[in-house]
């Protein structure tokens, strides 16, 4: 069974830095691409950013240059540095991951299995 276990969410006032962790199991990690996706009350859906597992990764355009995506194999995890964060990366953040899941330095797709989400919100 798939299971991906998001924590490392809070509050943080604008500026701030967070870092993310998606704990994953139930698959072959190493295999797979995975990704951050994230949604505040009233949006849609975003995709922020998605590491592959040939190494590609993507970044949203409303978060470059302040966020960094990076993946531990041995540890099956993937990490999300978020710094510089602003009120509008007030969110729930969820990781996101599938077999043969889109994932580029050109934009990312959604995969079927999901994480409970972790709340992120700036606010001073």
């Known amino acids: 069974e798939v299971q991906l276990q998001a924590s490392g969410g809070g509050l943080v006032q604008p500026g701030g830095s967070l870092r993310l962790s998606c704990a994953s199991s139930?698959?072959?990690?190493?295999?797979?691409?995975i990704g951050w996706f994230r949604q505040a009350p009233g949006k849609e859906r975003e995709g922020v950013s998605c590491?592959?597992?040939?190494?590609?990764?993507y970044y949203a355009d409303s978060v470059k240059g302040r966020f960094s995506i990076s993946r531990d194999n041995a540890k099956s995890t993937v990490y999300l540095q978020m710094n510089s964060l602003k009120p509008d990366d007030t969110a729930v953040y969820y990781c996101?991951?599938?077999?043969?899941?889109?994932?580029?330095?050109?934009?990312?797709?959604?995969?079927?299995?999901w994480g409970q989400g972790t709340q992120v919100t700036v606010s001073s």
């Open positions: 996101n991951t599938a077999k043969d899941v889109y994932c580029t330095e050109y934009g990312m797709g959604i995969g079927g299995y």
């Open positions: 139930g698959f072959t990690f190493d295999a797979y691409a």
């Open positions: 590491f592959s597992s040939t190494g590609y990764i």
